[in-house]
């Protein structure tokens, strides 16, 4: 089963632009869009200092981890994790039923102004990768099965 609607280079174009405008807005370091199994498919900002391949993966297995916890105190969903550190923090939130938005900011700014901005984000991005779905519904990408170390080069035509 398809997890990821089948994504165009436009598509790929308004998510980074998406992401571009909310790392200026929320004077963030680095964003991520991620699929729920932690594959990478597009990316904005500095991201020379990280391993933006394993920080997917590891992001959504903690996000997905937070979800069981939910169910274990009688919530049906938690939506987003904060991860505080002393140079840079983590804030990973829900788009839609398939995909993940990862932010990289530096501790100093605060994860009230990330949240805030990431909502229009948010709706941005999901609002693309529906309109991706309703171009070919039910066709897309299972990137677990595809067994690609960087599944970026998946999503960019040159």
Do not use: C, W
């Given at each position: 089963?398809?997890?990821?609607?089948q994504?165009?280079?436009?598509d790929?174009?308004?998510?980074?632009?998406?992401l571009?405008?909310?790392i200026?807005a929320?004077?963030?370091?680095?964003?991520?869009?991620?699929d729920?199994?932690?594959?990478l498919?597009t990316?904005?900002?500095?991201?020379?200092?990280?391993?933006l391949?394993t920080?997917a993966?590891?992001?959504s297995?903690a996000f997905?981890?937070?979800?069981?916890i939910?169910?274990?105190?009688n919530e049906?969903n938690?939506?987003s994790?904060?991860?505080?550190g002393?140079k840079f923090?983590?804030?990973?939130?829900?788009i839609?039923?398939?995909c993940?938005l990862?932010?990289?900011f530096?501790s100093?700014?605060?994860?009230?102004v990330v949240?805030y901005?990431?909502?229009?984000?948010?709706?941005?991005?999901?609002?693309?990768?529906?309109?991706?779905?309703e171009?070919?519904?039910g066709?897309?990408?299972?990137?677990?099965?595809?067994?690609?170390?960087?599944?970026?080069?998946?999503f960019?035509?040159k």
């Open positions: 089963m398809a997890t990821l609607p994504l165009i280079e436009d790929i174009q308004r998510l980074d632009e998406a571009r405008d909310f200026t929320a004077d963030a370091t680095a964003a991520l869009v991620i729920k199994g932690g594959f498919v990316h904005q900002g500095d991201s020379r200092d990280f391993d391949t920080i993966a590891l992001s297995g997905m981890a937070n979800q069981t939910a169910g274990l105190v049906t938690f939506n994790i904060y991860q505080q002393e923090s983590l804030f990973v939130i829900n839609d039923a398939n993940m990862v932010v990289i530096k100093q700014t605060g994860v009230g949240k901005f990431a909502a229009a984000a948010v709706k941005r991005i999901a609002g693309q990768l529906a309109l991706a779905q171009r070919a519904p066709v897309g990408f299972d990137l677990s099965a595809l067994n690609v170390a960087d599944s970026e080069s998946v960019h035509k």
